[in-house]
């Protein structure tokens, strides 16, 4: 059973940071890249990061400089960390895999295999 399950949200004050989680179980995760979208309220899920298998990291233009993505193979994990946060971060935040290898599939969901719960963050003013 394939699971991906976010941790780390919460709530932070502006330019402050945050490290997500997210731990897959019930496929090989060494061969899947490794994706993060958020949805604020009222707006369309926005892609936010992905990371293959090798490390190789593709962000998106409104988080480039803040935001950074690692993986553990070994741990089956995935850790968007965030820095400086802005008020307009304020999201879930959702994890998902793609077998994709071509980086500019990497921005679009429906690309994506397996999907989490996600995971609120909050960036006050």
């Known amino acids: 059973q394939v699971q991906l399950v976010e941790s780390g949200g919460g709530l932070v004050q502006a330019g402050g940071s945050l490290r997500l989680s997210c731990a897959a179980s019930?496929?090989?995760?060494?061969?899947?890249?490794m994706g993060w979208f958020r949805q604020a309220p009222g707006k369309e899920r926005e892609f936010v990061a992905t990371i293959n298998w090798s490390g190789r990291t593709y962000l998106a233009d409104s988080v480039k400089g803040r935001f950074t993505i690692s993986r553990d193979n070994a741990k089956k994990v995935v850790y968007p960390q965030m820095n400086s946060l802005k008020p307009e971060d304020t999201a879930v935040y959702c994890c998902a895999s793609t077998l994709r290898t071509y980086r500019y599939d990497w921005t679009e969901a429906a690309k994506y295999d397996y999907w989490g719960q996600g995971t609120q963050v909050t960036v006050s003013s």
């Open positions: 019930g496929f090989t995760f060494s061969n899947y890249a």
